[in-house]
């Protein structure tokens, strides 16, 4: 067991055991390493912001954590079938799209996650770049491998979009809607933004990259000045803090949730979910498509997760990238 594991084991134990003292003995007998190496490890713990009391006589106590997105933190209280089951944590990283990839490549398993905790290039669709300061947010990518036809994948990116706002409504208590095809929105502001990879070939999926940032407590000075559509965060709209790990435990529990619908009963519940959750059903919209634009009325969405607008003529217009924005604010 390396020493990244050995702490990982540590903490959740201590996890387990939250609020009690946990014997030397015990982690000795538990972890199959002397106690002078668990004294290490604590000291260790300790650096990166773990409060560990040592209780005399008795053992040690872990009275605090740092919030930070630790595997073991993260899965000790994570219930899920496949998703995050692997967990990969980098303090800074240029992308976890891009680490996940690399993973991905490798032969990381279906179900395995990339977590960090700032990104340097973060990025999201179009080649548009997403703030990512450290220590306030969520970014993680999450590798899949589905038996979906090639033209099934963009059904994943909906998937994202429902688990995030199904998140954010339960551990933040407020209902955000979606933003065709890959945006999170919370009073009218992008609040979580989608961004879905794969490598494929016309015979299948080889692997899906479910590439998600969410912003929980971003302060204003945080965002850049320069964006093109107006962004928030949960603190700044509610004026409350998130635990970071509560909120990506539920994050992964709804992705696990959803993708195992997905695969049994197909698209249909998980597009009802995603409509449910869209707005602009019957409203004016202008779609930037990068060739002049298209005003419509929208429709829904197709079963293969095109946008359909009512454009004035016999059938609606289908629409497969670009940018929606409502008509008046055109």
Known sequence: MGSNQLRESIVRIFLQHEGEVVSGEQLRRSLGVSRTAIWKHIKQLRTQGYVIEAVPSRGYRLSARPDVLLPAVIKAGLETALIAKNIEWHAELDSTNVRAHVLAEQGAPEGSAVVAECQTNGRGRMGRSWSS?????????????????????????????????????????????????????????????????????????????????????????????????????????????????????????EIDSLYALLLERGFAPVRLAWEALFDLVGSAVNVDDGSGGVRGIVVGIAADGALLLDTGSAHPRTIYSGDVRPATLA
């Open 133 to 253: 300061p450290p220590g306030v947010n969520v970014y993680t990518s999450v590798i899949l491998r589905p038996a979906l036809a090639l033209s099934a994948a963009t059904q994943l990116t909906f998937l994202a979009a429902v688990a995030v706002a199904r998140a954010i409504e339960k551990v933040c208590g407020v209902r955000v809607s979606v933003k065709w095809p890959n945006d999170i929105l919370l009073n009218g502001k992008k609040i979580a933004g989608l961004l879905n990879e794969l490598n494929a070939e016309t015979e299948g999926i080889h692997y899906v990259v479910l590439g998600i940032g969410v912003n929980l407590n971003m302060v204003e000075a945080q965002f850049p000045p320069d964006l093109r559509y107006p962004a928030t965060s949960i603190l700044l709209e509610t004026g409350q803090l998130v635990d970071r790990v509560v909120f990506i435990r539920a994050l992964f529990t």
